[in-house]
């Protein structure tokens, strides 16, 4: 695979007019690209991709561009933010229980997906609770810890049965029993249409 190429493939998504946090915009990647700084390239469309939303197909550029350059952990991330493009997810903040409580004994790695349960208020027929799965993705670089909290993304693997929740609701996230945390939601990201 053509390392520019991809890249530059990718930065075609980018709208010229779209700005960072910091202020960077698309000129400044294609800048970078034209010295060889593929990396700084890759990093610089990643926070476009954050501050506008971009389909699946920009995701999966920067994935293929991530693993010619070795870039493991940055791959596991496009491909995580291509699903999100793709399917739609929840971002929150998750406090765990603290495992003198009964929570989990071991933190939860950034980067390694974890697919827990989560009542997310569904009942069955019987009035039962009926728990649904999300893929869950640490935000950042720290652990999080049992008895601590730390924002997270969710990706419902039956995207109908949390449609109804909105921010501020509290859903419970459940490996085992008793729960093992609260998630407070905090957006909802729609999923993103893909390029025909």
């Not at 995701?59 to 496009?78: C, F, G, I, K, P």
């Given at each position: 695979?053509?390392?520019?190429s991809?890249?530059?493939?990718?930065?075609?998504f980018?709208?010229p007019h779209i700005?960072?946090?910091?202020?960077a915009?698309?000129?400044?990647?294609?800048?970078?690209?034209e010295h060889g700084?593929?990396?700084m390239?890759?990093?610089?469309l990643?926070?476009l991709?954050?501050?506008?939303?971009?389909?699946?197909?920009f995701?999966?550029?920067?994935?293929?561009a991530?693993?010619?350059?070795?870039l493991?952990?940055?791959?596991?991330?496009?491909?995580?933010r291509?699903?999100?493009?793709?399917?739609?997810a929840?971002?929150a903040e998750?406090?765990l229980?603290?495992?003198?409580?009964?929570?989990?004994?071991v933190?939860?790695?950034p980067?390694?997906?974890?697919?827990?349960?989560?009542?997310?208020?569904q009942?069955?027929?019987?009035?039962?609770?009926?728990?649904?799965?999300?893929?869950l993705?640490?935000e950042?670089?720290t652990?999080l810890?049992?008895?601590?909290?730390?924002?997270?993304?969710?990706?419902p693997?039956s995207p109908?049965?949390w449609?109804?929740l909105t921010?501020?609701?509290?859903?419970t996230?459940?490996?085992?029993?008793?729960?093992?945390?609260t998630?407070?939601i905090?957006?909802?990201?729609?999923?993103?249409?893909?390029?025909?």
């Amino acid at each position: 695979m053509d390392l520019d190429s991809s890249l530059l493939k990718a930065a075609q998504f980018c709208s010229p007019h779209i700005r960072t946090e910091a202020g960077a915009s698309l000129s400044d990647g294609l800048e970078y690209l034209e010295h060889g700084e593929w990396e700084m390239v890759l990093l610089a469309l990643e926070e476009l991709g954050d501050a506008h939303p971009q389909p699946p197909e920009f995701w999966d550029l920067l994935a293929d561009a991530a693993r010619v350059m070795w870039l493991e952990s940055h791959v596991a991330w496009y491909e995580w933010r291509g699903s999100e493009a793709r399917n739609g997810a929840l971002r929150a903040e998750l406090c765990l229980v603290p495992t003198e409580e009964g929570g989990r004994k071991v933190p939860i790695l950034p980067g390694k997906g974890l697919r827990p349960m989560w009542d997310v208020g569904q009942r069955t027929p019987e009035g039962e609770l009926s728990v649904s799965i999300a893929l869950l993705w640490v935000e950042g670089r720290t652990p999080l810890e049992p008895g601590e909290c730390a924002p997270v993304r969710l990706l419902p693997l039956s995207p109908e049965h949390w449609r109804h929740l909105t921010p501020g609701d509290v859903i419970t996230m459940h490996e085992m029993r008793p729960p093992s945390g609260t998630a407070r939601i905090v957006e909802v990201v729609p999923p993103v249409a893909t390029v025909p």
